[in-house]
């Protein structure tokens, strides 16, 4: 919007307006197979948990 260069990652917001954010979330759920399509990934044997999704797809979506 402002046209200034973001030189790290770090330094990056975003901030939505319209849509707002629920808006791209429900979207994104609605149009990749409902909630139903996001299963978590059994935890792995590391000694920690973390919600990881098992489809690849989804993912890189």
């Known amino acids: 919007m402002?046209?200034?260069?973001?030189s790290s990652p770090r330094e990056a917001d975003v901030d939505?307006?319209?849509p707002v954010f629920e808006e791209l979330a429900e979207s994104f759920v609605r149009d990749h197979g409902g909630l139903e399509a996001f299963v978590i990934a059994p935890d792995s044997a590391a000694?920690?948990?973390v919600a990881e999704l098992e489809n690849a797809a989804l993912v890189r979506d």
């Open 16 to 18: 939505h307006s319209k």
């Open 47 to 49: 000694g920690f948990s």
């Open 2 to 6: 402002t046209g200034d260069s973001i």
